[in-house]
């Protein structure tokens, strides 16, 4: 059996680099100096006073926190004139418009927020990122998120090519501020249903992206999945890749809580939250993005927000770990390395591999519709709960698909989407009854 040896926490995420670091990457690391995950919400108001209310109860909670400007939809596709006017007719927006607020305001915003170990993240979406990348540089901040893939096939119709061209020079403008920081939405592709093996190899080749295109600091995320054992896994490989592929630059690793169907019950979403900060203690994890009981019924406001926070930092803080090495049951390195090794071999010009990988089927995304995807590999939960591969296309990778089991069918999608939702939710409706049955024994 193989056994992957972990780096020790505070070597590969936060070990002394050259590069000078800006406020968020020095706000983490003082995290992991303190031996507290980070923990973020994803917040964004177009409202000046709701979100300085929301930014200063993040910056006040009870947990090492840093805040989040979530972009709007109008902005992450370009149209600020929009923007504009909604905010002007005083129309609501799903988030900051922060080319149509301007810098200035931004700025008056933020600035009295950041230091003190506190730091702010742009969060948009946008596969042509460079005017929120102007605005947020412009008012003094200097981490976001993104890339030319995991900003491109999920959330837009823009081609593949086009993108990878609009983030390197997006890219290229980021990282000639001093300090800047940037992470990598390729662990969450989809946000479910992508084996890990995929996930972790996109995190770490948008990595290899930012490098070659001049940024120092940088992120790389992993979103939980659906079985324990294979994420804390994952999580292990996306550090060891990480050390092989981005030696000499500043990283660290950033977990999502489930991004899937949330459960319905409080007991059960609070399980699923606490279940994802001990993934990020015992596999060294740095920073972690929060998700509220409140998802499955509502946009969760500041005060959920701000209780996540603190349930997240209080679920870490009475965790063992981090674990020093585990068995290699599901084969996550292997098929991330052979993943990224195939794509790098195509072109020294990461971008130019990235696209030319998924033009060749050597990157394929399962149930991911854009038309740059070739859309033939498949997924399913297998009887433990992990995801494995049903059909593997033209990636370098084999597919175990499950004895007798043939095509996938739409019930089949269905079962696997509300698998998680359904397995913390029925393990709190069942504590909750053996609850009232010992309260009803005691009495």
Same mark, same amino acid.
């Given at each position: 059996?193989?056994?992957?040896?972990?780096?020790?926490?505070?070597?590969?995420?936060?070990?002394?680099?050259?590069?000078?670091?800006?406020?968020?990457?020095?706000?983490?690391?003082?995290?992991?100096?303190?031996?507290?995950?980070?923990?973020?919400?994803?917040?964004?108001?177009?409202?000046?006073?709701?979100?300085?209310?929301?930014?200063?109860?993040?910056?006040?909670?009870?947990a090492r926190t840093v805040g989040t400007l979530t972009i709007d939809s109008y902005t992450r596709v370009g149209d600020n004139e929009s923007a504009r006017r909604a905010l002007a007719d005083g129309t609501d927006l799903n988030g900051y418009p922060i080319v149509a607020h301007g810098p200035v305001v931004t700025r008056e915003l933020t600035a009295p927020l950041t230091g003190s170990g506190f730091a702010i993240q742009v969060r948009h979406g946008s596969a042509n990122p460079h005017r929120i990348i102007e605005a947020l540089l412009d008012a003094?901040?200097?981490?976001?998120?993104?890339?030319?893939?995991s900003y491109c096939l999920p959330y837009s119709r823009t081609p593949l090519d086009d993108s990878v061209n609009a983030?390197?020079?997006?890219?290229?403008?980021?990282?000639?501020?001093?300090?800047?920081?940037?992470?990598?939405?390729?662990?969450?592709?989809?946000?479910?249903?992508?084996?890990?093996? +995929?996930?972790?190899?996109?995190?770490?080749?948008?990595?290899?992206? /930012? *490098?070659?295109?001049? $940024?120092?600091?940088v992120s790389l995320s992993y979103a939980q999945q659906t079985h324990h054992a294979q994420d804390v896994e994952a999580l292990l490989a996306l550090r060891t890749l990480a050390g092989e592929f981005l030696g000499g630059i500043d990283w660290h690793v950033v977990l999502y809580t489930y991004m899937g169907v949330f459960p319905r019950t409080t007991e059960g979403?609070?399980?699923?939250?606490?279940?994802?900060?001990?993934?990020?203690?015992?596999?060294?994890?740095?920073?972690?993005?929060?998700?509220?009981?409140?998802?499955?019924?509502?946009?969760?406001?500041?005060?959920?927000?701000?209780?996540a926070l603190e349930e997240a930092a209080l679920a870490a803080a009475g965790c063992d770990g981090p674990v020093a090495a585990v068995d290699q049951e599901f084969g996550v390195l292997a098929e991330a390395r052979a993943l990224v090794e195939a794509v790098?071999? +195509?072109?020294?010009?990461?971008?130019?591999?990235?696209?030319?990988? /998924? *033009?060749?089927?050597? $990157?394929?995304?399962?149930?991911?519709?854009?038309a740059d995807n070739?859309?033939?590999?498949?997924?399913?939960?297998?009887?433990?709960?992990?995801?494995?591969?049903?059909s593997t296309g033209a990636m370098p990778l084999r597919a175990t698909p499950a004895p007798g089991q043939g095509?996938?069918?739409?019930?089949?999608?269905?079962?696997?989407?509300?698998?998680?939702?359904?397995?913390?939710?029925?393990?709190?409706?069942?504590?909750?009854?053996?609850?009232v049955e010992r309260h009803q024994a005691s009495g």
């Open positions: 059996m193989t056994v992957v040896e972990r780096p020790v926490r505070h070597s590969p995420g936060v070990r002394p680099v050259t590069t000078e670091k800006g406020t968020f990457a020095t706000a983490v690391a003082e995290g992991v100096r303190a031996g507290e995950l980070v923990v973020q919400p994803r917040m964004g108001f177009a409202d000046l006073p709701r979100m300085r209310e929301g930014m200063h109860a993040v910056k006040e909670a009870r003094g901040l200097d981490a976001t998120e993104g890339g030319p893939v983030w390197a020079r997006s890219c290229e403008l980021l990282a000639s501020r001093p300090g800047t920081h940037l992470e990598s939405f390729g662990g969450c592709m989809l946000g479910q249903l992508c084996p890990p093996g +995929l996930l972790v190899a996109l995190s770490v080749l948008e990595g290899v992206f /930012f *490098r070659q295109r001049g $940024l120092r600091s979403a609070l399980g699923l939250l606490r279940e994802s900060a001990r993934l990020a203690v015992i596999t060294g994890t740095e920073r972690m993005i929060v998700k509220t009981p409140a998802e499955a019924h509502r946009i969760p406001t500041i005060g959920d927000n701000v209780r790098l071999e +195509l072109h020294p010009d990461t971008g130019r591999a990235l696209a030319g990988a /998924f *033009r060749r089927g050597l $990157l394929d995304v399962p149930y991911c519709l854009h070739a859309n033939r590999s498949r997924s399913y939960i297998d009887t433990r709960g992990a995801l494995q591969w049903h095509r996938l069918r739409a019930d089949d999608l269905l079962g696997m989407l509300s698998y998680t939702q359904e397995s913390f939710d029925r393990a709190a409706l069942g504590e909750r009854r053996h609850a």
